[in-house]
């Protein structure tokens, strides 16, 4: 026979779907905190949330008549029609979190609107609701929710220990302290108070979250297109982790999880970070509420997009253009760092001679064109030392000038605004990279006969693989022609990888050329192939370079795309200021 459930029994069911642990119900009262236009949250918490919850706000209230409604299933002021469910701009609408959590716990309602004489309260215990009874709150709404499961053991037998449980409820805060800076929040959790964040912008509120380190190492984005608008802060590669759990992205406000902006991202990450690491980032997106469907599921984090690959395709390009932004670091991060930094005498003031009383070539020898190619523009002073007026801040690069090399790992370089290390090896590689990368999109990757062919030994996978991908191999620039079943010859290399180890760079072109499908080549796997390659041209540790082939790759790092970062992630270069440097020495105390 069938039957109608029980109220009760209905909206634990909804429980079971909407409050999975003490975060959740956390997560449910801070929004209506939020769509209740509150300046002031406090929440406290005992056990992780087990024992209490306790979320006060001074939003606008609820009236005496409308707080049995407020935890009544399905009952809610934030939608009237159909329309409205097409358009949701509030975070709650489904009217059904308070009661869910009334159904589990022991829970008191205070409210007290402006234009009441004074507080109303009602309580629930087990989803049995009191009368409304007066009660002393000054504005706002206080949701205390107390033994969350009491009734419902089952479920509490699944709650993790009461640390764990409370990093999940700390998590929860953050994500919501994130996504309204204009609110002031406190958290409170066994009387100790773990958190206090006073109203800010979003840059600042993003620091006091996660962090000056991370503000460091981050970009700031924001990118307009038709209704979205996409802006925040995305950390450089070197930054990243080994989880995902720095990763914050909010439309209109709402914390999402969505694989189709997380591919987004991952994509635009993919050229400059390890495959095992994550980015971090904290990212805002603003469209019109029409243009998505957050009623997915009870959780309310997942939605759906009316015209997925458009968004895709504008958080794809916003961040990557983003990251592919030569010396952003000292471009972005330096003005954010600004914001707070004491004040300290101008940079420009610091740069003194040339200590070292390096010379600059004014004609580089002959292998820095095997190196750079020779349509490079070095841009080096012609006088023999660098002197103050030289060195005017408005004329320095932004890698500054070479002064010298390191155990011939390191260019060190002096820009306006200290001292600038550099991996040259990473760096020539990224440079090598993004040119063939640039040269196979524009089909002119140019080809290098050699004087006498290379011949190497193969075994029969080689002598296959270089007969049915002979089209492939001439648009890498490569000419590999088979001599006998096991006699392989290299007549021609791309010229800008003349200077590598020919049999070792024709054999691991070979290599990859097995691992991909021809389909794919000039995909998604196209950029791994041309990365070996770039790796065999780089400078190789301990080559001595003279101050012009410093230089020349100092600027063309200056000009390429992404070049902060190694192909495999890695950074390519970092600046001490002159100010830390100071500090190091103590000058001045």
């Known amino acids: 026979m069938i039957k109608l459930l029980p109220d009760l029994i209905i909206n634990q069911i909804s429980a079971g779907e909407v409050i999975e642990r003490p975060a959740s119900a956390l997560k449910e009262i801070l929004e209506n905190s939020v769509d209740a236009g509150a300046l002031e949250v406090k929440v406290q918490l005992e056990e992780g949330g087990v024992k209490l919850i306790r979320v006060a706000d001074n939003g606008n209230g609820i009236s005496k008549n409308d707080l049995p409604l407020a935890l009544t299933p399905h009952a809610t002021s934030k939608i009237k029609t159909l329309e409205d469910l097409q358009k949701i701009g509030s975070l709650g609408f489904r009217g059904e979190a308070l009661a869910s959590i009334a159904s589990v716990s022991n829970l008191i309602l205070a409210s007290r609107k402006l234009e009441e004489?004074?507080?109303?309260?009602?309580?629930?215990?087990?989803?049995?609701?009191?009368?409304?009874?007066?009660?002393?709150?000054?504005?706002?709404?206080?949701?205390?929710?107390?033994?969350?499961?009491?009734?419902?053991?089952?479920?509490?037998?699944?709650?993790?220990?009461?640390?764990?449980?409370?990093?999940?409820?700390?998590?929860?805060?953050?994500?919501?302290?994130?996504?309204?800076?204009?609110?002031?929040?406190?958290?409170?959790?066994?009387?100790?108070i773990r958190r206090h964040l006073r109203s800010s912008d979003v840059t600042q509120r993003i620091t006091q979250l996660l962090g000056s380190d991370f503000e460091q190492a981050s970009l700031l984005i924001s990118e307009q297109a038709a209704d979205l608008h996409l802006y925040g802060s995305v950390a450089l590669p070197t930054y990243s982790k080994s989880s995902r759990n720095a990763q914050y992205f909010f439309i209109n406000g709402r914390f999402v999880r969505d694989k189709l902006i997380a591919h987004a991202i991952r994509e635009a990450y993919r050229d400059v970070l390890h495959l095992d690491r994550h980015p971090t980032y904290v990212l805002f997106l603003n469209m019109d509420p029409e243009g998505l469907d957050v009623n997915v599921h009870p959780a309310k984090t997942e939605v759906r997009f009316r015209d997925p690959r458009a968004l895709h395709q504008f958080i794809f390009h916003t961040i990557s253009?983003?990251?592919?932004?030569?010396?952003?670091?000292?471009?972005?991060?330096?003005?954010?760092?600004?914001?707070?930094?004491?004040?300290?005498?101008?940079?420009?003031?610091?740069?003194?001679?040339?200590?070292?009383?390096?010379?600059?070539?004014?004609?580089?020898?002959?292998?820095?064109?095997?190196?750079?190619?020779?349509?490079?523009?070095?841009?080096?002073?012609?006088?023999?030392?660098?002197?103050?007026?030289?060195?005017?801040?408005?004329?320095?690069?932004?890698?500054?000038?070479?002064?010298?090399?390191?155990?011939?790992?390191?260019?060190?370089?002096?820009?306006?605004?200290?001292?600038?290390?550099?991996?040259?090896?990473?760096?020539?590689?990224?440079?090598?990279?993004?040119?063939?990368?640039?040269?196979?999109?524009?089909?002119?990757?140019?080809?290098?006969?050699?004087?006498?062919?290379?011949?190497?030994?193969?075994?029969?996978?080689?002598?296959?693989?270089?007969?049915?991908?002979?089209?492939?191999?001439?648009?890498?620039?490569?000419?590999?022609?088979?001599?006998?079943?096991?006699?392989?010859?290299?007549?021609?290399?791309?010229?800008?990888?003349?200077?590598?180890?020919?049999?070792?760079?024709?054999?691991?072109?070979?290599?990859?050329?097995?691992?991909?499908?021809?389909?794919?080549?000039?995909?998604?796997?196209?950029?791994?192939?041309?990365?070996?390659?770039?790796?065999?041209?780089?400078?190789?540790?301990?080559?001595?370079?003279?101050?012009?082939?410093?230089?020349?790759?100092?600027?063309?790092?200056?000009?390429?795309?992404?070049?902060?970062?190694?192909?495999?992630?890695?950074?390519?270069?970092?600046?001490?200021?002159?100010?830390?440097?100071?500090?190091?020495?103590?000058?001045?105390?």
């Not at 600004?338 to 390096?358: F, G, H, K």
Request: contains cysteine; charged residues 25%; negative net charge.
């Open 321 to 589: 253009k983003s990251l592919a932004s030569p010396h952003q670091k000292l471009e972005t991060n330096n003005s954010m760092a600004a914001i707070n930094e004491e004040s300290t005498p101008s940079a420009a003031a610091y740069v003194r001679q040339d200590p070292m009383q390096l010379g600059r070539e004014t004609s580089p020898p002959f292998h820095y064109h095997n190196l750079f190619g020779a349509g490079i523009k070095t841009q080096i002073p012609s006088s023999t030392t660098i002197t103050e007026q030289e060195q005017k801040q408005e004329e320095i690069p932004p890698l500054g000038f070479a002064l010298g090399q390191l155990m011939g790992i390191y260019i060190l370089a002096q820009n306006s605004k200290g001292l600038v290390i550099v991996d040259m090896h990473a760096a020539h590689e990224r440079v090598t990279y993004e040119k063939l990368k640039s040269s196979l999109d524009n089909h002119t990757i140019s080809m290098q006969p050699l004087l006498i062919p290379v011949t190497f030994q193969g075994d029969g996978l080689d002598v296959v693989t270089a007969e049915e991908n002979k089209e492939i191999l001439s648009n890498l620039g490569f000419e590999i022609a088979i001599l006998s079943p096991t006699t392989l010859a290299v007549r021609a290399v791309p010229t800008i990888l003349k200077d590598a180890d020919t049999v070792k760079l024709a054999r691991d072109i070979l290599n990859e050329l097995r691992e991909f499908d021809t389909g794919q080549l000039l995909t998604n796997k196209r950029n791994e192939l041309l990365s070996s390659m770039a790796c065999h041209n780089a400078i190789r540790a301990n080559r001595i370079l003279s101050l012009p082939e410093m230089n020349a790759l100092l600027r063309e790092m200056e000009e390429t795309e992404r070049s902060d970062q190694c192909n495999h992630g890695r950074p390519t270069w970092f600046e001490i200021s002159l100010a830390n440097l100071d500090k190091m020495f103590m000058r001045g105390k």
């Open 117 to 192: 004489k004074h507080a109303w309260q009602i309580q629930a215990k087990a989803g049995r609701l009191s009368r409304p009874e007066p009660s002393s709150l000054v504005d706002g709404v206080t949701v205390e929710v107390q033994d969350l499961y009491f009734n419902t053991p089952a479920r509490r037998k699944f709650l993790k220990t009461e640390a764990t449980e409370f990093s999940h409820c700390e998590e929860t805060f953050k994500r919501i302290a994130l996504s309204s800076p204009n609110i002031s929040f406190t958290l409170q959790h066994n009387g100790k």
